[in-house]
């Protein structure tokens, strides 16, 4: 079985540039999480997707940062315009039922660099 | 205030060597999760455990053990005849059950280093 597959593996763009990333969850897995790792830190919850209703997204900087995730499969994060302090590792993770018992499974993660 | 924390930065050991990762968390539900993940030099978020606040039992598994006290909020993780391989940053983690949402909340995570 396939794990959380995300794309592309790294990213290079100039700050005011656009950026999307995206994340293809496990087969089955209701729910989705994006997650921002900046260097040095823990993951940080951006937002957290229930099917293909965003259920927490009070992390998210709405001014810049917009996340959908039709037919509750796959899921895109994009941020516009990109800042210098938006370079992080944005992970991806996804979880079945109560993900507690089942637990998370996480990509491999973007690795987003703004010069 | 953190609701993980990792006091270690960073630890260096020798191969062979037995080495501790300490783990205190903060929350007030009944029931919560604690988890420990391994985040090699290539990105991924590697499970490692699992344990949930009813099962205090310490768990072995190879060179890796577990301690899970409650009385002290803590989750530490033994590794033991350390290697080269196990060279990565480790997470802890706290999922709680507040609300049902069971959303992971991270430490920031201690950086092993370990030397041939």
């Known amino acids: 079985e396939a794990g959380v597959v995300q794309s592309p593996r790294y990213k290079i763009i100039e700050k005011k540039q656009p950026v999307a990333f995206w994340c293809n969850p496990i087969?089955?897995?209701?729910?989705l999480y994006w997650y921002r790792q900046n260097l040095g830190q823990g993951p940080e919850l951006l937002i957290r997707?229930?099917?293909?209703?965003?259920?927490?997204d009070s992390q998210l900087p709405k001014d810049r940062f917009s996340a959908e995730r039709l037919k509750g499969v796959d899921s895109t994060l994009k941020i516009q315009p990109a800042e210098l302090g938006d370079s992080a590792v944005y992970l991806c993770?996804?979880?079945?039922?109560?993900?507690?018992?089942?637990?998370?499974?996480f990509g491999s993660g973007t690795r987003l660099t703004v010069v | 205030a953190q609701k993980v924390t990792q006091a270690q930065t960073e630890i260096s050991v020798v191969e062979k060597e037995d080495v501790t990762l300490d783990c205190v968390y903060e929350?007030?539900?009944?029931?919560?999760?604690l988890f420990w993940y391994k985040q090699p030099p290539s990105g991924e978020l590697v499970f490692l455990i699992r344990?949930?606040?009813?099962?205090?039992q310490n768990e072995i598994s190879g060179r890796y053990s577990w301690n899970f006290q409650k009385s002290t909020s803590s989750f530490n993780f033994t590794i033991t005849a350390s290697q080269v391989v196990d060279s990565a940053v480790y997470f802890c983690?706290?999922?709680?059950?507040?609300?049902?949402?069971?959303?992971?909340?991270f430490g920031r995570g201690t950086s092993l280093i370990v030397h041939p």
């Open positions: 087969s089955g897995h209701n729910t």
């Open positions: 993770a996804s979880s079945f039922g109560v993900p507690a018992n089942y637990g998370y499974t």
């Open positions: 929350t007030r539900d009944t029931t919560y999760y």
């Open positions: 997707y229930e099917n293909e209703e965003a259920v927490d």
């Open positions: 344990r949930n606040s009813f099962d205090e």
């Open positions: 983690a706290l999922s709680e059950a507040t609300g049902g949402s069971y959303i992971p909340t």
